[in-house]
């Protein structure tokens, strides 16, 4: 068989029906704050909202690097040993 024709299967068995797009662009809109909050009746299109995923998928990176920031100082701050260390350790990892 050649290169071309596995090419083509493959990537037709990868390919998803246009409602199936629909259907996962819809789950994506409800976990978006900023698209979540409009009227059911303002249209979005599929590409604004994975434009808008990736952005909040950063701003989640974002947060969870300052959040590990904050317990890296806070694990400075206490007693190595102590019971705040290991709860702190725990969430780190």
């Not at 909040?56 to 969870?64: A, C, F, G, N, Q």
């Amino acid at each position: 068989m050649s290169n071309r024709i596995r090419s083509r299967q493959s990537s037709s068995a990868t390919r998803i029906s246009d409602d199936q797009m629909i259907d996962l662009v819809g789950k994506l809109r409800q976990f978006l704050p900023e698209i979540r909050e409009r009227r059911r009746s303002d249209k979005v299109s599929a590409s604004k909202v994975l434009q808008e995923t990736c952005n909040y998928i950063r701003k989640l990176h974002r947060e969870v690097d300052n959040l590990s920031d904050c317990l890296s100082l806070l694990l400075d701050s206490v007693d190595e040993d102590s019971q705040e260390a290991a709860v702190i350790r725990n969430l780190l990892m």
